[in-house]
């Protein structure tokens, strides 16, 4: 359990057994995975997609990015 989320279950189940931050990864192809930043003039970035995932039902509890303070690519 993290120090973060001390009292977190999961929606769908009800467990406790939650881990915080997993990052999203791709296995075909170099790169992140989220949501695109423009970074200066020219520069694109891209933020990494983390996930919190219930380890006991393999529940999604959320998406969400570290850093949400960009100007974001619409």
């Known amino acids: 359990m993290s120090e973060n989320h001390p009292a977190a279950t ?18 075909a192809e170099i790169g992140d995975i989220g949501p695109q ?4 003039l020219l520069l694109v970035g891209t933020e990494p997609l983390l996930i919190d995932l219930c380890t006991a039902c ?17």
Do not use: Q
């Not at 999961?10 to 296995?27: D, V, Y």
């Not at 930043?37 to 200066?40: E, H, N, S, T």
């Open 58 to 74: 393999g529940h999604v509890e959320r998406f969400y990015v570290k850093n949400p303070n960009h100007r974001w690519l619409t």
């Open 10 to 27: 999961c929606s769908r189940c009800g467990s406790t057994n939650l881990a915080f931050g997993i990052r999203l990864a791709m296995t």
């Open 37 to 40: 930043f423009k970074d200066g």
